[in-house]
Nanobody, 127 residues
Framework: QVPLVESGGGSVQAAGSLRLSCKTS????????LYWFRQTPGKEREAVAT????????KYADPVRGRFTISRDYSENSIILQMNNLTPEDTGMYYC????????????????????WGQGTQVTVSS
């Protein structure tokens, strides 16, 4: 079992910022594909950002590109999602996720099969 424990959610006003953290293991941080997903009211769960432990360039969904940043914090063994300039449309439950590097996924990164999920942390943005 891969440990994934999110924290950092909360309530913020529009244009504010939040930093989500997902505690995991050093092995996951270094060798797995790492993701943040979200499920906003009335919508299906969607991929927000991804990063590979081997330094593959981060990728972002269009609605968050330029505002969100995914990164690794080796001092805390955590996957970080820095969220800036938040809007009410960003309100939802945010999940970190991971999948092993093998077998490779050749389709869109947003559709990669996820093997491990965290329990989620709620983000609420008010106007």
């Amino acid at each position: 079992q891969v440990p994934l424990v999110e924290s950092g959610g909360g309530s913020v006003q529009a244009a504010g910022s939040l930093r989500l953290s997902c505690k995991t293991s050093r092995d996951v941080l270094q060798h797995y594909f790492l993701y943040w997903f979200r499920q906003t009211p009335g919508k299906e769960r969607e991929a927000v950002a991804t990063l590979h432990g081997a330094g593959v360039e981060a990728k972002y969904a269009d609605p968050v590109r330029g505002r969100f940043t995914i990164s690794r914090d080796y001092s805390e063994n955590s996957i970080i999602l820095q969220m800036n300039n938040l809007t009410p449309e960003d309100t939802g439950m945010y999940y970190c996720a991971a999948r092993p590097s093998w077998p490779p996924h050749t389709g869109p990164w947003e559709k990669a099969p996820i093997k491990y999920w965290g329990q989620g942390t709620q983000v609420t943005v008010s106007s």
